[in-house]
């Protein structure tokens, strides 16, 4: 959690896949892969690698 300044665990069963997608200047699409959660009000989110996004068994928001 960056604005308390500490790490956080989230239970699997609440944690949600997301893909974020940009155009590039050259045209290119750019794919970012990321988990959200939410823990007591805060919204997190923690960007991870393909490999890893698709190994995680999460709804995809």
Request: charged letters at 40%; aromatic letters at 6%.
């Amino acid at each position: 959690d960056v604005k308390n300044r500490q790490k956080v665990s989230v239970e699997e069963k609440d944690i949600k896949k997301t893909k974020y997608e940009r155009q590039t200047k050259d045209g290119k699409t750019q794919v970012r892969y990321a988990l959200r959660a939410q823990v007591s009000g805060t919204k997190l989110t923690k960007f991870v690698s393909e490999a890893d996004w698709k190994s995680l068994s999460a709804p995809e928001e």
